[in-house]
């Protein structure tokens, strides 16, 4: 474990200390960029209606019984943009994009490309790991953003339909406008920022240190999605408490 939080943290300084080289990488920032975001968010965004639906349907009948119903735009306003939304996109992401990243990298090193990378003076941090943590650590925040208003979108059709929570559309977002704030959301796109660097590095450093064959390759997806979950859950209750601490 201590091994692999070492040679984690040294390939994070190699591609922070190759960030300046990433405008010479460009075409392969934007492809996977692409990937990641055109190809999720329609996944990103229903998802995420559907959560901010059930959030809406358990919790509008609860806060009516004591009268309070139109607080329930501020309370699935806020849940969104501070937790579930950036924990759930990177979830999604870490199982749909880090997976593949892990697969690729692992096949190019089972199959010593990688080597055949070295052997023509091409840094593999930089060729490999550098795009793919840009481009992720960019848009994993955008999917957020949409993934966010997608679950106000949910909260509020549930809200308006369901009759045990008597509470209108126009009624659900003047509460939501008055709950949540620029810092709120803000505090989301910094954890999904956050968790994008480390679903980024993990995943790739799985790839890059696979062993084996076509075994070693599922042995490392596998290592890469179950480390990237066990991450932004950690990284959660940390960056929670880090800026509870200075909104106090």
Known sequence: MFQNIGELAVLLWRTLRATPLVWRHRLKVFEQMFEIGNASLLM???LSMFIGGVLALQTGPVLTERGMSSVIGGVVGLSMCKELAPVMIAILIAGRIGSAMAAELGSMKVYQEIDALRTMNINPVHYLVLPRVVAISVTLPMLVVFAVLAGWIGGALVSAV???????????????REAVELGDILNGLFKAFCFAVSVGVICCHQGLTTLGGPRGIGRSVTKAVVNSIVVILILDYLLTRFLLYFEA
């Open 162 to 176: 369901n009759a045990k929570i008597g509470i209108t559309w126009h009624g659900y977002f003047s509460n939501l």
């Open 44 to 46: 990103a965004c229903i």
